[in-house]
Every structure is written in structure tokens, then in C-alpha cells.
DNA sequence: CTAATACCTGAATAATTTAGTCGACTATAC
DNA sequence: GTATAGTCGACTAAATTATTCAGGTATTAG
């Protein structure tokens, strides 16, 4: 799972879709404007979640996208899968020869937090987003954290 | 807040240098060769963990690198600051002008988003990840379990 | 039918980031 | 003094991100 500004164009233009298509399908070239994102990398991300069945398209004039499920449907995580494809399998890829004990078990500590950040973000949905009561935001986040043990949580900084 | 191959080679090579640190300093020529990551490519990045005040340095013969907090201290945020530096302020930096009702509203649903990845990075520091329940033997019991009882398991992909 | 709209496709390209390479230098242990 | 290992800067190759261009196709309005 990787977090680039790749999918931060595609979230930020989900949320604006997932804002608007009550009034009936939104154009790329609305989000485009609104977004300041380009036509054309609109298009080639739509397309990727057109075919992962996230939106839909309608065609010809008064046409554009909707959603293709419920917004409580559609996760972050899906959304970013949907646009950065290549899903990057770790470096040894299952079968490549991890001889030394050592490499196996950082390899291992790697894909496990690759794994607890892929359940977080399935757990965002655009309908939380879009229908953010901040308490319910904080109350997700502090649910998912209490799973994990021992961990610090005093330092909060968030710069990001 | 950004999630890339770059985060994830200086999250292994930390996990690395926890796990060894006992020891002794650990040279990131050992690192390199056990995580194969290129020598210069480490020097880049512990040059930026240094600056950052996560690992400190030992020079000359039997030197190498340390954490310069308790590992419990770090967490994988704080790595991942360290190395992706440009801290990626979202597009309209605070006051660019946000004119449009829909453009800020937006903004804000995906820095709120950006805010909560930050905060659930910051909650796992090293010694969550290299404390973990040895997760390999627990996939070997249960593989074991699995013959026996002949159940299937639908592996749920998660090729994050 | 025609024209306008908006999706659809692929290719070329610019800009940026990632990753690796090289060469010279500094501190330290032995 | 010599070998070890970090430090620094600049240069380059490869990959990714983002834009632009140049065509299409489906659909609606008139």
C-alpha cells in the first residue's frame, strides 16, 4: 500500500463526486476546474476506477460519473488501489530465496505494518468522509488504535 | 503525510538496526547487504535520520549507527518525516485562495484524512513492530491446523 | 441528420522523485 | 599509519507523476 499525491488527487476527486452526484452525473471537467486537476490525468484516474467498478460513467451530454456503489461502500483503500495499481509486492515476493533468518523477519515486521495500514484505510469510507461529525472521526481512529499494544500516543505534531 | 518505497526501505533498515543494536553500533554496510538496499542510497537516508535526531552516529573502526531514543520513543511516522521531508503542505497551503465554497470543503475532508494517517503512524512505534507475536510461527501452527482439519482459509490478499 | 457534449484511448513528453554511483574527506581504533 | 566507517556533494539512471495532444465513440438535443 503506498500513499502518494497519486491518490491524494484520486481521493480529493472522489470526494468532490461523492459530494455532488446528487444533483446527477459530475463531469471530469467540473472536477477539473474545482480540483485544479488536469483533464487528462482526471480521465486516465477515472478510467482506473471505472474499471475497478468504483464509479460508473454516463455518456454524451448531461453525462459524466457517479458512484457505482454506496458511498458507505467505497473505502479509501479502494480508492487508492483502484489508481496505483501496481500493488507493489515486497521486494522477495513469496518465493525468493530469504536465506538469512534475519532478512525474513524484518521482511515479515514490514508486510505486517503494510497490512495494519491497508485494514485503516478499509476502514475510512467516503461516506464517512463526506459525512465527517468530527467526533465520529476521532472515535474510528481511537478504536482502531486501541488495538495495538504498548504503543506511545502522546506525541501529536501532525504536520503532515 | 506520504507512504512510499522510499518510507518503506528507511522503515526496514530501522527495523534492522533495532533488531541489532544490541550489540553494538550497526554499520549500514551490514544493513545493506542484509535488506539489499544500495550503501549510498542508506547514507542518504540515515544522513536525514541523524539530522532528525533518530539514530546517532559512532565514527571509525567498530562504529556504525544506534538509535539515539528508546525504540518504544520512535515511532513510524517520526521515520517516515525524517526521510520524506518536504512534508507536502496540501495545495492551497492555508491561505492561497480558496474561493470556491466546494474547494475548501474538500480540502479540509482530505486534510482530516491526511491528519488521522498521521496520527495512526505515530501510534506504532519500533518496539510495536519489533515486539510483535513472532507472526511466522503463528502462519506455521495455523498452516498446520488447516491440514488437520482440512478448513480452508480464504487468504484475504491484502497484496498492499 | 447534425451538432454538441463528454467519455474513451493511446501516445508523447515534461517534471519530479527515487535509487544508485562516484570521489573525496573526516574521525577513530588499533 | 592504516584500515574502518561515517560524511558530504554532485552526478546519473530509472521510475513515477503529471500534462498535453490528437484522435476516437456514445448519447442527447434540436
Request: glycine share 4%; proline share 0%.
Given at each position: 500500500m503506498r500513499l502518494t499525491t497519486k491518490g491524494r488527487f484520486a481521493v480529493t476527486a472522489m470526494i468532490?463526486?461523492?459530494?455532488?452526484?446528487?444533483?446527477?452525473p459530475v463531469t471530469l471537467a467540473g472536477i477539473s476546474e474545482r480540483q485544479k486537476i488536469s483533464l487528462s490525468y482526471l480521465e486516465q484516474l477515472f478510467g482506473k476506477l471505472r474499471r475497478h467498478s468504483i464509479v460508473a460513467s454516463v455518456r454524451g451530454p448531461g453525462g459524466g460519473y457517479r458512484l457505482a456503489r454506496?458511498?458507505?461502500e467505497v473505502t479509501v483503500a479502494d480508492i487508492i488501489a483502484a489508481v496505483d495499481e501496481p500493488l507493489d509486492a515486497t521486494n522477495c515476493g513469496g518465493r525468493e530465496n530469504c536465506q538469512d533468518e534475519h532478512r525474513c523477519m524484518t521482511h515479515d515486521l514490514w508486510t505486517n505494518l503494510n497490512?495494519?495500514?491497508?485494514?485503516?484505510?478499509?476502514?475510512?469510507?467516503?461516506?464517512?468522509?463526506?459525512?465527517?461529525p468530527k467526533a465520529k472521526a476521532i472515535a474510528a481512529s481511537v478504536a482502531i488504535d486501541d488495538r495495538l499494544r504498548g504503543s506511545r500516543r502522546d506525541n501529536a505534531v501532525v504536520s503532515a
Open positions: 468532490d463526486l461523492a459530494q455532488r452526484q446528487a444533483n446527477g454506496a458511498m458507505n497490512k495494519r495500514m491497508h485494514e485503516y484505510l478499509a476502514s475510512v469510507s467516503l461516506y464517512d468522509l463526506v459525512n465527517q
